[in-house]
């Protein structure tokens, strides 16, 4: 069969044909994303609303919760803290007293799921200086940081937590014994 289109008209017509190929790929493409986008207009809207409204509740909590523990909580067991420390500075010249900066480094080691509810100091001829404490840990996990961060400051030689503290894997009733340097 004889081709009666000159080439220019042929090469003509193919850019033509590939010129609106690529108009209706595009407005394919345009029409396409402009639906996914009205699509999912609700659902980011409404999360965007969820989002705001969980910060929202996430203030209040960590703003009510620290009220609690860094308000009057924290005020009276600073105040019972100084009380005591002022007691131990006026015990006795001779006898060992234990520093402020002692206590002051197990406080700044001590996280917010450990309680401490007792402090004892020795001074005694055969053991030498030494530091107890008694207390609560939410976990074994929390515990073991603890003891660690007592371990790396220089203020103390020795940290001794018996490994009969480490039976209960919640809520772990502990005694701690500290060698100050």
């Known amino acids: 069969m004889i081709n009666l289109i000159p080439n220019e008209d ?8 590939y010129a609106r ?3 209706v790929t595009a407005l394919a493409l345009g029409a396409s994303f ?11 809207i409404i ?21 609690e523990e860094s308000g009057e909580g924290a005020l009276s067991e600073m105040k019972d803290l100084n009380a005591k420390l002022e007691l131990l500075a006026k015990t006795g010249k001779n006898k ?4 402020a ?32 404490l008694r207390g609560n840990a939410a976990s074994r996990e ?4 603890f003891r660690r961060a007592l371990e790396n400051n220089p203020k103390f030689k020795k940290v001794d937590l018996p490994i ?16 100050p340097s």
């Open 47 to 67: 999360s965007r609303a969820e989002r705001q409204d969980i910060l929202a509740i996430l203030e209040v909590e960590t703003s009510a919760s620290l009220g």
């Open 101 to 132: 900066n002692v206590f002051q480094e197990i406080i700044l080691a001590k996280m917010t799921d450990i309680q401490i509810t007792e402090i004892t100091y020795e001074n005694e001829a055969k053991t030498g200086k030494k530091v107890s």
């Open 142 to 145: 929390r515990l073991l940081l």
């Open 164 to 179: 009969s503290n480490f039976v209960k894997g919640a809520d772990i009733q502990f005694n701690l014994n500290l060698i």
């Open 34 to 44: 402009l639906t996914a986008a009205l699509a999912l207009a609700p659902a980011y």
């Open 21 to 23: 190929l690529l108009v």
């Open 96 to 99: 060992y007293v234990v520093s």
């Open 10 to 17: 042929k090469k003509h017509k193919v850019q033509h044909f």
